[in-house]
């Protein structure tokens, strides 16, 4: 199985290790499972002091990666646009790595429930639950 954690999993990850709430992914990394894309490690980086956004870029920017091509974007555009028309705003980036994680054939590990919206309009989202 394929997975790739979100933004607050890491978060938690980084700050917490093994014994915190996401240390279930020491054992997914043993087994060269994880898949990171560019919003969530630019969210990272975002987010992190400068002295420590090398040492970060060098832990993370090795795991493999859920590109997005052109059709990607697209799709991901055209889901925006459904869930805003049906009344709903989520971050146009939580699309973006929805769409990613599709793409690679992967399960999203979040604690984000706007990934649950996103998934009424993108059904081949596969959250994962411990």
């Known amino acids: 199985m394929k997975l790739l954690p979100d933004t607050s999993i890491w978060v938690d990850y980084l700050r917490e290790g093994a014994s915190g709430a996401a240390g279930a992914l020491d054992g997914h990394l043993d087994q060269e499972s994880v898949l990171v894309c560019g919003p969530v490690l630019a969210e990272l980086l975002a987010g992190t002091a400068s002295d420590r956004r090398d040492d970060l870029w060098l832990a993370l920017g090795n795991l493999s990666w859920a590109e997005l091509d052109h059709a990607s974007w697209r799709k991901a555009g055209e889901i925006a646009n459904d869930l805003r028309r049906s009344g709903r705003s989520v ?6 790595i929805a769409v990613a994680c599709v793409g690679a054939g992967a399960s999203l590990w979040t ?7 996103i998934r009424d309009v993108l059904p081949e989202l596969e959250l994962y639950t411990q």
């Open 91 to 96: 971050p146009l980036t939580d699309v973006v």
């Open 111 to 117: 604690r984000d429930r706007d990934f649950d919206a």
